[in-house]
């Protein structure tokens, strides 16, 4: 089992910046592909960006320069910044975690394991 603790999210004006963090433990961190996803009101669940356990990023579609995935396997942890918000990015923001690597590291399906999700709400 993996635990995932969301921290982070609040509410910002438009062009603002947030880090987010998710705190992983129950598995040793490193072995472990993260994702992060966003689900805005009324809509599915969407991949943001993701790195695999060797580091490798993949981006979601809707990610610009804006989105940046990095971990810290000392500290358990894997943020992710945003900057220049929009008020399109609102939402609940959700870290996934799944052991090792796969192929498919877009699809909700591909992760076992959720966090609670943290609100990022951004104001025009």
């Known amino acids: 089992q993996v635990q995932l603790v969301e921290s982070g999210g609040g509410l910002v004006q438009a062009g603002g910046s947030l880090r987010l963090s998710c705190a992983a433990s129950?598995?040793?961190?490193?072995?472990?592909?993260m994702g992060w996803f966003r689900q805005a009101p009324g809509k599915e669940r969407e991949f943001v960006v993701g790195?695999?356990?060797?580091?490798?990023?993949t981006n979601g579609d809707s990610v610009k320069d804006r989105f940046t995935i990095s971990r810290d396997n000392a500290k358990n942890t894997v943020y992710l910044q945003i900057n220049s918000l929009k008020p399109d990015d609102t939402g609940v923001y959700y870290c996934?975690?799944?052991?090792?690597?796969?192929?498919?590291?877009?699809?909700?399906?591909?992760?076992?394991?959720w966090g609670q999700g943290t609100q990022v709400t951004v104001s025009s």
């Open positions: 996934a975690a799944r052991p090792f690597g796969a192929t498919d590291i877009i699809s909700t399906y591909a992760y076992p394991y």
């Open positions: 129950g598995r040793t961190f490193s072995s472990l592909t």
């Open positions: 790195i695999r356990w060797s580091g490798d990023v």
